[in-house]
């Protein structure tokens, strides 16, 4: 997905799509000749969060929110039940009119939940076997479609509601590249090699997500803080966030880039493996501090690294205004439950918006004096079901398809 500048042509860029697409994907020569960009409206990157309320405009509002609701009904921002359920109550308080008890009922609104509400996570192993207690996706619906303003709220009130409700999601306003990191190697079935992600690159910080989904090539072309973006498959399962970092939180650094100075692949200009985006931030092991590394693999990793630098100018690190909660950061994880809790409801599934540390494999060090020590990781039990543990994988963030370059920077 490319950013179009004001001063870009977009048939010219149509011209050197397969240049760009060699570059900047994995795609093969015969998926690359057959691959055509698409041209669409969508939200501006540089476009801040903060000025969409102010907008006044009706119709600007709504392709903000048609924006919104498509990307999140294909399932690109991790959304829990409880939130997904107000803002298809408020899509649905916009198509459907006010609410009116008697017309609306779970049965009217079961035919519309595709469209109302993104995609939901998987039914667990125990409501097979029981009835749930937790209510259904209809009834969730119903219940926030009766709370919606009435018939004085106008629509672009409305808009402003699911605006808002949107900022609040991860990767919201961000620019999505496709990458892949390292597993957790070990365990019982020894799944080690690299585990396809989604990176979000916006003004506030880097987000890691598990995308769980294939992702396509395309650009857009930007104008009045939209811009325009090819679509994505939606997943078959919920995406849930692995690490979130606001920009004073991190330190990066482009590894293996071509034409990068001091790199002997980028000298030769056929690099052996993808570029690699490495991001360092703080964490603790055992209790102790430490600093924490993790690996980013991308065609991709150069747009990253260049993004990250312009958001960084236009005043990404500095500190968030009075009385604005920052992001979630790295250390907002859930911590578990208690091994000895009994009569506690067991809690298998967490937060998709709360980052996941635990499925992260980082490179751990601490500083001592002018001399870095790396810690061990803990000892890991090795697969039954390999000689050798755990084995390697090749980097494929793209099975089946064309990755397309991620927003162009100058």
């Known amino acids: 997905e490319v950013q179009l500048k004001p001063r870009h042509r977009p048939l010219r860029l149509v011209r050197h799509w397969p240049e760009l697409l060699l570059r900047f994907s994995l795609g093969s020569p015969a998926a690359i000749a057959q691959d055509e960009p698409c041209l669409q409206l969508r939200r501006n ?10 907008l006044q405009e009706e119709e600007l509002l709504r392709l903000l929110y048609e924006e919104a609701r498509e990307q999140l009904q294909g399932g690109r921002y991790p959304v829990d039940p409880p939130e997904a359920a107000e803002l298809g109550a408020l899509s649905c308080r916009l198509r459907l009119g006010p609410f009116e ?3 609306h009922t779970e049965l009217s609104l079961r035919p519309l939940l595709g469209e109302l509400l993104p995609p939901g996570p998987p039914a667990r192993w125990g409501a097979l076997f029981r009835r749930s207690r937790e209510p259904g996706p209809a009834q969730r619906l119903l219940e926030a479609f009766a709370r919606a303003p009435g018939p004085e709220a106008p629509p672009a009130g409305l808009y402003r509601d699911f605006l808002r409700r949107c900022h609040a999601l991860p990767g919201y306003g961000c620019a999505f590249f496709p990458g892949a990191i390292e597993r957790p190697s070990g365990g019982l079935l020894g799944r080690g090699g690299l585990r396809p992600v989604s990176v979000a690159v916006g003004l506030e910080g880097v987000t890691i997500i598990d995308p769980r989904q294939k992702v396509l ?17 939606p997943p078959r399962a919920p995406q849930h966030v692995l690490l979130s970092l606001t920009y004073p939180e991190l330190c990066w650094e482009l590894v293996g880039a071509v034409g990068q100075d001091g790199d002997p692949a980028g000298q030769d200009g056929d690099p052996t493996e993808p570029p690699q985006l490495w991001l360092e931030f703080d964490g603790d092991h055992e209790g102790a501090p430490v600093n924490r590394l993790l690996r980013v693999f991308s065609p991709q990793a150069e747009l990253m690294s260049a993004l990250i630098e312009c958001c960084i100018e236009l005043g990404g690190a500095a500190p968030p205004p009075e009385g604005q909660a920052p ?15 009994r009569g506690a409801p067991l809690r298998r599934q967490q937060s998709v918006t709360q980052p996941r540390l635990q499925r992260l494999a980082t490179i751990d060090y601490v500083r001592e004096g002018q001399e ?21 994988g090749s980097y494929s963030p793209v099975a089946g398809g064309t990755g397309g370059a991620g927003a162009e920077q100058s």
């Open 45 to 54: 990157v540089f476009f801040p969060k903060s000025r969409e309320l102010e």
């Open 101 to 103: 008890r008697g017309r």
């Open 217 to 233: 090539g395309g650009f857009w072309g930007s104008g009045m803080g939209l811009r325009g973006a090819l679509w994505v498959t």
């Open 327 to 341: 992001p979630p950061a790295a250390a907002a994880a859930t911590p578990p439950e208690p091994a000895g809790a």
């Open 372 to 392: 870095l020590r790396r810690v061990k990781p803990p000892r890991r039990s090795v697969s039954f079901f390999s000689r050798g543990g755990a084995g390697g």
